[in-house]
C-alpha cells in the first residue's frame, strides 16, 4: 500500500474560514515537506520538518514521526490559498521523497 | 508504474567541473522536473519543463541549466559546478501538472 496517505482529497472552505489537511506514514519518516501547486504547475515549498511545528502567517504546519504524520493547518483562508496541497516525506538515505496524492483547496468567497 | 531512470547513479567531480544529470521517462508524460534533495531543506525545484524544447524556472535554478531534448529526455547541466552543489538529485515526471510526480532513483553528486 502507498507509504503516504494524504487527507481529504478536496476541499472547500469559505474565505475567513480555516481547516487542517493531514498525511499519515505508514512506516518511519525522517522528515517532512509541504508544497503546494499552483494553476502554473510550480511547487512552492511551504515548510520544511524535521520535527515539531512550524507556523508562517495563516499556517501551520506539524510533524510527529513517532506518531506518523504530518498536519497542515489553514486559517482565514483567502482566494489566492486554492490549489492543490501536497506532503512528501523522507524516508531517509538514498530513498526517494514519497509525495500524498494531493488536496485539492477552492476558497470561495 | 511509470518508469522514470536517472544516470549516473553517483558522480564525483572537482570545482569548476562540467556535469550532465540524465533522466529518461519511458511513459511519454508532459512533464518532466528536476529537484535537489538536502538535508534540513528537503525537496527544491530547479527546473521543470511540459514538453520537447520547453523549459521552465523553478526555486533554486541558479547555477543549473536544464535541456528538454525530447518527451523521453530531459538533463540539467552544471557546467561550473561548486561544493555547493553537493547534493541528492531527483528527477521526476507527471502526466500534467496537478497529477501524481514519478521519480527516479537518484543522482548523488559531490563537488570536491
Known amino acids: 500500500g502507498d507509504q503516504v496517505e494524504q487527507s481529504p482529497s478536496a476541499l472547500s472552505l469559505h474565505e475567513g474560514t480555516g481547516s487542517a489537511l493531514r498525511c499519515n506514514f505508514t512506516t518511519t519518516m525522517r522528515a517532512v515537506q509541504w508544497f503546494r501547486k499552483n494553476s502554473r504547475g510550480s511547487l512552492i515549498n511551504l515548510f520544511y520538518?524535521?520535527?515539531g511545528t512550524k507556523e508562517n502567517g495563516r499556517l501551520k504546519s506539524a510533524f510527529d514521526s513517532k506518531e506518523r504524520y504530518s498536519t497542515l493547518h489553514i486559517r482565514d483562508a483567502q482566494l489566492e490559498d486554492s490549489g492543490t496541497y501536497f506532503c512528501?516525506?523522507?524516508?531517509?538515505?538514498?530513498?526517494?521523497?514519497?509525495f500524498g496524492k494531493g488536496t485539492s483547496l477552492v476558497v470561495h468567497p | 508504474e511509470a518508469a522514470v531512470t536517472q544516470s549516473p547513479r553517483n558522480k564525483v567531480t572537482v570545482t569548476g567541473g562540467n556535469v550532465t544529470l540524465s533522466c529518461r521517462q519511458t511513459n511519454s508524460h508532459n512533464y518532466m522536473y528536476w529537484y535537489r534533495q538536502d538535508t534540513g531543506h528537503g525537496l527544491r525545484l530547479i527546473h521543470y519543463?511540459?514538453?520537447?524544447?520547453?523549459?521552465q524556472i523553478g526555486d533554486v535554478p541558479d547555477g543549473y541549466k536544464a535541456t528538454r531534448t525530447t518527451q523521453e529526455d530531459f538533463f540539467l547541466l552544471l557546467e561550473l559546478a561548486s561544493p555547493s552543489q553537493t547534493s541528492l538529485y531527483f528527477c521526476?515526471?507527471?502526466?500534467?501538472?496537478?497529477?501524481?510526480?514519478?521519480f527516479g532513483p537518484g543522482t548523488r553528486l559531490l563537488v570536491l
Open positions: 512528501a516525506a523522507e524516508a531517509g538515505g538514498n530513498y526517494k521523497p514519497t
Open positions: 519543463s511540459y514538453g520537447a524544447g520547453n523549459l
Open positions: 521526476a515526471s507527471s502526466q500534467d501538472i496537478q497529477d501524481t510526480q514519478y
Open positions: 520538518l524535521a520535527s
